[in-house]
């Protein structure tokens, strides 16, 4: 069993950047893949950016370039650097873990990039 707790979500303009985190707790040991997901009003909730246990990355295209995901050492936390935030980066932002194949979702936190 894994629970995920999201922070650092806020409002932001557009340009700016923000910084969000995921804590994991539980059945840390066997976590292996984990992910950042957002879903905007009226949208799909879609992949942003995934990390291996080992540290390999893969973002989807909108956001290469200016998203970084990150792991700690103990695998336990990983990290969401967001920079030259747009307006389309607006969604809650969900963190994603798997263990022993099953998924684990974090209960979300809001990003809005507006003037």
């Known amino acids: 069993q894994v629970q995920l707790v999201e922070s650092g979500g806020g409002l932001v303009q557009p340009g700016g950047s923000l910084t969000l985190s995921c804590k994991a707790s539980?059945?840390?040991?066997?976590?292996?893949?984990m992910a950042w997901y957002r879903q905007a009003p009226g949208m799909q909730r879609l992949l942003v950016a995934h990390?291996?246990?080992?540290?390999?990355?893969y973002y989807t295209q909108s956001v290469e370039g200016r998203f970084t995901i990150s792991r700690d050492n103990a695998k336990s936390t990983i990290g969401l650097q967001m920079d030259s935030l747009k307006p389309e980066d607006t969604a809650v932002y969900y963190c994603?873990?798997?263990?022993?194949?099953?998924?684990?979702w974090g209960q979300g936190t809001q990003v809005t990039v507006s003037s």
């Open positions: 539980g059945s840390v040991a066997n976590i292996g893949y």
């Open positions: 990390i291996t246990r080992d540290g390999g990355t």
């Open positions: 994603n873990a798997f263990l022993d194949r099953k998924p684990y």
